[in-house]
């Protein structure tokens, strides 16, 4: 069962990675400068494989419900997170 959202989580960053690009192409056109590919990548994959590894663990073990609430936390938390790491720098 990790293994499908494994798999999940790989194609996810793989469609990431292929719209990025895309973005990253038509941005190169205009000139703005932005972060290189690989480096988008592999935050990706930071961000999506541990989730997904962790959410089909608790899908596996304690079920659906279980899974959902703890992605639907995790996103608060996350949210909570980003806003108290921009105030402190703002």
Do not use: K, N
Not at 21 to 38: K, N, P, Q, T
Not at 44 to 62: D, E, I, M, N
């Amino acid at each position: 069962m990790l293994g499908v959202e494994a798999i999940g989580a790989i194609t996810h960053v793989v469609w990431l990675s292929a719209t990025t690009r895309m973005i990253f192409s038509s941005l190169e056109v205009a000139g703005i400068v932005h972060d290189s590919s690989w480096l988008v990548i592999a935050r990706a994959l930071l961000q999506t494989v541990p989730s997904a590894v962790g959410l089909g663990w608790l899908y596996v073990r304690h079920g659906i419900e279980s899974a959902t609430h703890s992605a639907f936390v995790a996103s608060v938390v996350a949210c909570l997170l980003f806003a108290l790491v921009v105030v402190r720098l703002v």
